[in-house]
C-alpha cells in the first residue's frame, strides 16, 4: 500500500513537501516516481527515483524547483515542492518501479506498476 499526504493549497512561489509512505512491502528493492493529473488533463511525469537514492530524473517543467528523495528505514519518499505555480495545480501520485517494465521510458505510466490514491496540491495565483 502507498500512502501519499503533505498537499493542500498553496500560494503562488510557496512550497510543499509531499510524502508517500509505503507499508506491506520491501520498499528499499523499489524504484519510485511521482506522477501529476492536472483537471481535465492525463497523468504527466514528474521524477524518479532509483532504490538507494542515487540517482533522480526530472520532467523538464520541475527541474531546478522540486526535489524527490527517500528514506528507507522510513519506507517514505518525498516530493519537495518550491517555488509552486499555479500550473502545478494538480492530485499528486506516487508509484513503484519494480524494475518488470525497465523496457518503458521512465516517464511513461507502463513503467509503474503500483500506484498510490493521489493527494491535491492547488496553487493560487
Known amino acids: 500500500q502507498l500512502q501519499a499526504s503533505g498537499g493542500g493549497l498553496v500560494q503562488a512561489g510557496g512550497s510543499l513537501r509531499l510524502s508517500c509512505a509505503a507499508s506491506?512491502?520491501?520498499?528499499?528493492?523499489?524504484?519510485m516516481g511521482w506522477f501529476c493529473q492536472a483537471p481535465g488533463k492525463e497523468r504527466e511525469f514528474v521524477a524518479h527515483i532509483t532504490r538507494s537514492g542515487g540517482n533522480t530524473i526530472y520532467a523538464g517543467s520541475v527541474k531546478g524547483r522540486f526535489t524527490i528523495s527517500r528514506d528507507n528505514a522510513k519506507n517514505t519518499v518525498y516530493l519537495q515542492m518550491n517555488s509552486l505555480k499555479p500550473e502545478d495545480t494538480a492530485v499528486y501520485y506516487c508509484?513503484?518501479?519494480?524494475?518488470?517494465?525497465?523496457?518503458?521510458?521512465?516517464?511513461?505510466?507502463?513503467?509503474?506498476?503500483?500506484w498510490g490514491q493521489g493527494t491535491e496540491v492547488t496553487v493560487s495565483s
Open positions: 506491506g512491502r520491501t520498499f528499499s528493492n523499489y524504484n
Open positions: 508509484a513503484t518501479d519494480q524494475g518488470i517494465y525497465y523496457s518503458q521510458p521512465y516517464y511513461s505510466e507502463r513503467r509503474y506498476d503500483f
